[in-house]
């Protein structure tokens, strides 16, 4: 085989192999490319024998979402996802401090116990969790989901936390130092500038995980603090019927997420992997 | 750092190092705390709870009954059928999202127009509440009428099977396998592309066809990769919830009910207390498990370091 057929094969083969590659992507992403489609819809036009991708869009659906009462559980999540992401950092920023930069003596233990608590299925503690807020009063309250979440996220943001921290070389610390620095100041000089980053990946990944909760939402909440996933569970009873509104429901539910783990996604390994794949 | 702070220990008397000791602590108390009380009292709790027979909906009726409620669950062959359908959907759900992933990741290990783009829409189906997507599943795909499986696979006589009430157990998995396939992508395709070039082009040299540099050499390289993959998603798909509650409820009967929708069955439905802790409890020690494992691989095979 000459040199340019060998090459004009090969370019063959690429363009091939390229093709199939967007044709799997196009395939694995159409369930939601459909969601979004039919949510422009009417919903006459939603259920066709032969799938349409003809059709005049609009944005009724949208509006039928909002007026079936959206806005409260959107607000819920958005409370929820919020508070709780934001109790995370204030809680495992100085944690991972402690187990990477100036470390406790048994760094190692700490950090299996965190990763452990996360692989306690929840299932497991739903009951007391319902007796015990039941008995505070916080069923049905906001509250009961920000510390959830904050204690369902907080082992992954330590981890993912500490694995950033790690990456800080240790002579700007030590130049820090010698120059008299106060820890504090170290921390918020130094240190915090170069954790930008880190912290917003880690903030991103707790966001994605807040948001998309269903367990203890349906379980703990219902019409007073209910969130976005708990709303949709109304469409179970409806289904068959408007299939049009539920994909609009479903398109705004999944949309924050959707963008946010876009934005994320190099560092969505490593939130995925706890830090362990960088 | 660490020559420096041993070096102080040994000058400076007792008290002042204890000090330093929990200056260090310090920062790590808050988070600790949280999390013992949030996450390991409740569990205490349902330990306690699964000695008691308890009904909530009967006040006053919690009384100690010992080990019976263990009893009661492994006699309760609902019980082992659910515990079954948990081991089947995670079973072939992990491992055929891995091997969806790392064809994924393969294809996607290469130079090409709009890779970013097509990497993008892979990970989507991860990214969309599973909920939503679950939902999206038992109506606008797997309807028998106008869904688009049996659009695409009537020309293969699937005429208008009723896939989610037919086949309950393999139409969930077919949705956690679309949401957890970017996940085992995402750790092979990192995998691929921490592997050295030049190990590649060595093999390439020494006459190695496509199919056994993949063999011999990248499969060796990604296995800890896949072993990460499998086991974390085996944690989180363990706990399957969302789907089975919206997708089948369990059913048809009990065809598709796992574990965690048979407690939350038995909680909140039930209010049985005593029993549904007794089952959590069980649940707990399969978890160990697989956990233990887990936990070993993230330690052994990545680079978990000591601490400056």
Request: charged residues 10%; hydrophobic residues 55%; proline residues 5%.
């Amino acid at each position: 085989m000459t040199s340019t057929a060998y090459a004009t094969t090969r370019r063959v083969r690429g363009g091939l192999l390229t093709a199939f590659t967007w044709i799997v992507g196009l395939a694995f992403f159409f369930p939601v490319l459909w969601m979004v489609l039919t949510a422009f819809k009417q919903e006459r036009d939603a259920y066709t024998d032969t799938p349409t991708f003809a059709f005049t869009p609009t944005l009724d659906q949208f509006r039928n979402v909002f007026d079936a009462g959206f806005w409260p559980y959107l607000g819920n999540s958005a409370f929820a996802t919020a508070m709780s992401t934001l109790l995370v950092l204030v809680l495992a920023v100085p944690a991972a401090y402690a187990l990477s930069i100036r470390p406790v003596e048994k760094t190692q233990d700490v950090l299996f116990f965190f990763i452990s608590t996360k692989m306690l299925p929840v299932v497991a503690v739903i009951m007391p969790l319902y007796v015990v807020t039941q008995n505070l009063a916080l069923l049905d309250n906001i509250w009961a989901l920000v510390i959830l979440y904050t204690a369902m996220n907080l082992p992954i943001a330590v981890w993912m936390l500490r694995s950033f921290m790690l990456e800080v070389p240790g002579e700007v610390l030590e130049a820090a130092q010698m120059d008299g620095c106060s820890t504090l100041r170290m921390f918020r000089a130094v240190l915090l500038p170069m954790l930008a980053p880190g912290i917003a990946a880690t903030a991103l990944i707790c966001v994605i995980f807040a948001w998309n909760e269903f367990f203890f939402a349906v379980n703990l909440t219902a019409a007073r603090a209910g969130t976005v996933p708990v709303f949709l569970v109304g469409f179970i009873t409806s289904e068959g019927l408007y299939w049009a509104q539920l994909s609009a429901a479903a398109t705004l539910a999944a949309l924050p997420v959707v963008i946010a783990g876009w934005i994320a996604q190099k560092q969505l390994v490593r939130g995925l992997s706890m830090g362990a794949i960088k | 750092m660490a020559v420096i702070t041993a070096a102080r220990h040994v000058s400076r008397p007792k008290k002042v190092a204890r000090r330093e000791a929990w200056s260090r602590r310090a920062p790590l108390m808050p988070a600790l705390v949280f999390a013992i009380v949030v996450t390991q009292l409740p569990f205490v709790m349902t330990l306690w709870y699964s000695l008691q027979s308890w009904n909530l909906v009967r006040p006053g009726s919690e009384h100690f009954v010992g080990f019976a409620n263990y009893v009661d669950v492994f006699a309760d062959s609902t019980f082992r059928s659910a515990a079954w359908h948990t081991i089947l959907i995670t079973g072939s759900c992990v491992v055929i999202a891995m091997l969806l992933g790392i064809g994924l990741a393969l294809l996607l290990d290469r130079r090409f127009l709009g890779r970013s783009v097509v990497r993008t829409l892979l990970i989507t189906p991860f990214l969309v509440m599973p909920v939503a997507g679950a939902l999206l599943w038992k109506t606008t795909m797997f309807d028998p009428l106008f869904g688009i499986i049996n659009f695409v696979l009537g020309p293969f006589g699937a005429g208008e099977t009723d896939w989610v009430s037919s086949y309950p157990i393999a139409s969930v998995v077919t949705a956690l396998v679309w949401q957890w396939t970017p996940f085992m992508m995402l750790l092979v395709l990192a995998g691929l592309q921490s592997q050295g070039k030049d190990v590649l082009e060595a093999a390439q040299v020494d006459g190695a066809s496509a199919w056994g540099t993949f063999v011999w050499v990248t499969l060796p390289h990604l296995r800890r990769y896949i072993e990460l993959g499998v086991l974390l998603g085996a944690i989180y798909v363990v706990n399957t919830f969302d789907h089975i509650y919206m997708m089948t409820q369990g059913g048809p009967g009990t065809a598709s009910t796992n574990l965690p929708f048979y407690i939350y069955q038995r909680a909140f439905l039930g209010f049985d207390v005593g029993q549904a802790a007794a089952m959590g409890v069980v649940v707990v020690v399969g978890t160990i498990i697989i956990a233990t494992l887990a936990l070993r691989t993230i330690f052994k095979s990545f680079d978990v370091r000591e601490a400056r």
